[in-house]
């Protein structure tokens, strides 16, 4: 017998019969497995941050040091614009040796009182044995509210004859008329007043200017007198030179000959590690000169 599209069969039971129609029949389809719910999706880039990590240190580490170094200044110029400020150095406390010995120097020192265990202070004394105390370098400026500045002289300024041969003003190159004054310097040094002799070389202008307030004592050389009664002729303007004779010479080319070839005999000269007071010495030379 046939129903519909149903066959019946004998060798069927009603169970099967009816299971197999609802699986034809049955709209709803077959219920589909449970999945588990999607992660977070702060959790995924957590993990995607992590990998990208992991891939940025095996490519860093790979590079050699100066690449890597290039990669980290030009990340950091690009992704951090306007914090290089931050790469540059305080130089508020910065002090240069012109500053150490402007702040330790002083005008007289006193080796028996002064201590001078500090490298600073040894500097600033290493300074002041370079200078020479003869004469003094002026500075008039002031000369009116009776304010005058003084200091002793560099290497260089004695090689010019600046203050001796020429005016002792600073900014005054005359070398007419030059008169000696000795000057009675007081001055205030670490909130104590003292006292020194000094003496000052100075054009007609310039001694104008420091006698402007008070009257200096001036220097003169007295003239010399001879035992005849006269006054002793200058040596500067009798002036007998002495030729050697043509023995002399010959013997004084000889000696010096034979002090030539003694050189290439003796042992070579060993040369000795400097001290730190020698150093300090060669390097206060360089730099003032």
Request: proline letters at 3%; hydrophobic letters at 25%.
């Amino acid at each position: 017998l046939q129903a519909g599209n149903d066959y019946d069969s004998n060798f069927e039971t009603d169970s099967e019969a009816d299971r197999r129609r609802s699986g034809r029949h049955d709209l709803a389809g077959p219920a589909k497995p449970r999945r588990e719910p999607k992660a977070h999706r702060d959790v995924l880039l957590t993990e995607y941050s992590l990998e990208e990590k992991r891939r940025e240190k095996h490519n860093f580490l790979a590079l050699d040091a100066y690449t890597r170094h290039k990669k980290l200044i030009n990340d950091y110029l690009l992704c951090y614009p306007g914090t290089t400020a931050k790469l540059q150095r305080d130089t508020s406390r910065d002090r240069t040796d012109f500053d150490v010995i402007r702040e330790n120097h002083q005008f007289l020192w006193d080796e028996a009182d002064e201590d001078v265990t500090s490298w600073e202070k040894q500097l600033a004394k290493r300074y002041y044995d370079k200078l020479f105390k003869e004469y003094c370098i002026c500075d008039l400026t002031y000369y009116k509210a009776n304010k005058i500045a003084m200091r002793w002289r560099t290497e260089q300024e004695l090689i010019v004859g600046k203050g001796q041969f020429s005016c002792g003003e600073k900014r005054c190159k005359s070398d007419a008329k030059l008169r000696t004054w000795e000057v009675n310097f007081g001055y205030f040094e670490k909130d104590e007043k003292k006292n020194a002799l000094v003496k000052l070389r100075l054009c007609a202008e310039c001694s104008f200017k420091l006698n402007y307030r008070f009257q200096r004592k001036e220097l003169t050389k007295p003239a010399k007198r001879t035992e005849s009664g006269g006054d002793e002729p200058d040596p500067k303007r009798a002036k007998t030179a002495e030729e050697p004779s043509e023995a002399e010479k010959t013997k004084d080319s000889e000696k010096k000959d034979e002090e030539e070839e003694s050189v290439w005999k003796k042992p070579g000269a060993v040369e000795e590690e400097k001290s730190k007071e020698e150093e300090f010495d060669l390097y206060l030379s360089d730099m003032f000169l």
